[in-house]
């Protein structure tokens, strides 16, 4: 069992950054994939990114790809996605995930994820 807190959203203006944090529960953070989902309204969620347990795999969606970076500190226990360039198109709730290591392709799934966070909101004007 893991338990996950984001945090670091807000309303910013399009073309700045932000990072979002999420800080998990338990000595165990280290056994998990972690992801990051995101809902905009009207709209079913949809993959962010997922990182590989050690932090050495990494994966996105098109639509953000070379904008955010996902990272992660085992020591701390936390996930990162650091945003930049961002448009109002990325105005959404920003979930983190965790879930078993599988095979890659599940990553972009959120049915895969077993643990989940509350989410934070993100909103971008333009």
């Known amino acids: 069992q893991v338990q996950l807190v984001e945090s670091g959203g807000g309303l910013v203006q399009a073309g700045v950054s932000l990072r979002l944090s999420c800080a998990a529960s338990?000595?165990?953070?280290?056994?998990?994939?972690m992801g990051w989902f995101r809902q905009a309204p009207g709209k079913e969620r949809e993959f962010v990114a997922a990182?590989?347990?050690?932090?050495?795999?990494?994966y996105y969606a098109d639509s953000v790809k070379g904008r955010f970076t996902i990272s992660r500190d085992n020591a701390k226990y936390t996930v990162y996605l650091q945003m930049n360039s961002l448009n109002p198109e990325d105005t959404a709730v920003y979930y983190c995930?965790?879930?078993?290591?599988?095979?890659?392709?599940?990553?972009?799934?959120?049915?895969?994820?077993?643990?989940w966070g509350q989410g934070t909101q993100v909103s971008v004007s333009s």
């Open positions: 995930a965790a879930t078993v290591p599988l095979t890659p392709r599940y990553y972009y799934s959120e049915g895969m994820y077993n643990f």
């Open positions: 338990g000595r165990t953070f280290s056994s998990y994939t």
């Open positions: 990182i590989s347990r050690s932090g050495d795999s990494t």
